[in-house]
């Protein structure tokens, strides 16, 4: 008779253990297309951001470009760069003059996350043109940082594993102690 209960026994728990692995499976492929899912609305959300407000700053620049009032389109590109992910700003005239040039200018290096296909990469440029009577008068280029969206993915790479790892572990000591 005792025979039969640690069979018993042992059958149900190798029947409960199958069965939170393939939870776990089931629950880890799905955490895979939610990060994806996330990785791709965040960068779009940055980029959005960024096309907004390299449009706005085309505006402007347009604006300074007739007026000859630099200082305040100087005030909205400082604004735009203290926004924190927007990382430089130069706006050039059509002749290739340089009209503003804001930002820190980061040295190229090895970006690593950028490897990884739940990361962005730290920098990415956008260029918008400006236009003045309907004729192209210089282009505004804007290099930002994706490290918003890093540090976003960053969080939803390390917290929910473990937390599942922590609950999964509990429920089989649970189970065999």
């Keep these: 008779m005792a025979g039969q209960k640690t069979g018993r026994k042992t059958i149900a728990t190798g029947f409960i253990?199958?069965?939170l692995v393939i939870l776990v499976l089931g629950q880890g492929s799905l955490w895979v297309w939610f990060i994806y899912t996330q990785k791709d609305h965040n960068l779009q959300m940055l980029n959005d951001r960024?096309?907004?407000?390299?449009?706005?700053?085309?505006?402007?620049?347009?604006?300074?470009?007739?007026?000859?009032?630099?200082?305040?389109?100087?005030?909205?590109?400082?604004?735009?760069?203290?926004?924190?992910d927007i990382?430089?700003?130069?706006?050039?005239?059509?002749?290739?003059?340089?009209?503003?040039?804001?930002?820190?200018?980061?040295?190229?290096?090895?970006?690593?996350?950028?490897?990884?296909?739940f990361f962005v990469p730290s920098q990415n440029d956008m260029s918008f043109p400006v236009f003045i009577s309907g004729k192209e008068a210089g282009r505004v280029d804007i290099r930002y940082s994706g490290q918003t969206v890093n540090d976003v993915m960053k969080n939803l790479l390390t917290i929910p594993p473990?937390?599942?790892?922590?609950?999964?572990?509990?429920?089989?000591?649970?189970?065999?102690?």
């Excluded at 003059?97 to 490897?115: A, C, M």
Aim: aromatic share 6%.
């Design 87 to 117: 990382i430089s700003v130069r706006i050039l005239k059509s002749d290739g003059g340089v009209l503003i040039e804001k930002g820190t200018v980061p040295k190229p290096g090895k970006d690593f996350l950028g490897l990884l296909p």
């Design 162 to 177: 473990l937390a599942q790892l922590i609950v999964f572990l509990l429920v089989i000591r649970t189970i065999y102690f």
């Design 17 to 19: 253990v199958t069965v």
């Design 50 to 84: 960024m096309s907004m407000t390299g449009r706005m700053l085309s505006v402007f620049s347009a604006g300074a470009m007739v007026n000859g009032d630099v200082e305040r389109l100087t005030g909205c590109v400082d604004e735009a760069i203290n926004s924190g």
